[in-house]
């Protein structure tokens, strides 16, 4: 007897696989123009940090370069959430919202980063409120994809190594 369960796994990270920076930011000139305008790109030397968990979030964050690492502090104890890499939005939930960034994103190699100004960004959604939409659809597939991430590591089957220790 054959199982459905991968495929039925891989239909649902297709589904929700991460739209691409060109399609979500595809929006009418003149908006499309005011975040050309007020889009800054930062450079930084591995181990510098973006943003600090807690920060204010200053804007949307593109990866453009290099490897940056995202963690963050839960009840005294740090956990890694993992990396950011070319192509990647850092943030999409604090710049949608008026928040507080939920992790320190530090680089861990050289890199760069284009920073879409949250003023600009809001003044976007006035002119084009539709990239709002485009923007919180794909927040929910990154939300989505971690979920699903998440229950594939739990329907891992755990192996004992010799002294005891728990892998997956």
């Known amino acids: 007897m054959m199982s459905i369960q991968p495929d039925t796994r891989l239909n649902r990270l297709a589904a929700v696989a991460a739209h691409s920076l060109a399609e979500l930011l595809d929006c009418p000139q003149d ?5 050309s305008e007020e889009t800054q790109s930062l450079d930084f030397a591995p181990g510098a940090v973006v943003f600090r968990q807690q920060d204010s979030c200053k804007g949307l964050y593109v990866v453009v370069s290099g490897i940056f690492v995202r963690k963050a502090e ?60 485009r923007l919180l659809e ?31």
């Not at 908006?31 to 975040?35: E, F, K, Q, V």
């Not at 943030?91 to 760069?112: F, I, K, N, P, Q």
């Not at 329907?155 to 190594?161: D, L, Y």
Request: charged share 25%.
């Open 31 to 35: 908006a499309g123009r005011l975040l």
């Open 138 to 168: 794909e927040l929910a597939r990154e939300v989505s994809r971690g979920y699903l991430a998440c229950s594939l590591i739990r329907t891992t089957p755990a192996h004992r190594h010799r002294k005891g220790e728990l892998t997956a």
């Open 74 to 133: 839960r009840f005294e104890v740090r956990v890694t959430l993992g990396s950011a890499q070319p192509g990647d939005l850092v943030e999409l939930a604090a710049a949608l919202s008026d928040g507080c960034h939920a992790y320190t994103l530090t680089a861990v190699t050289r890199g760069s980063i284009l920073l879409l100004p949250i003023e600009a960004l809001r003044r976007s959604f006035e002119i084009f409120p539709q990239l709002r939409m």
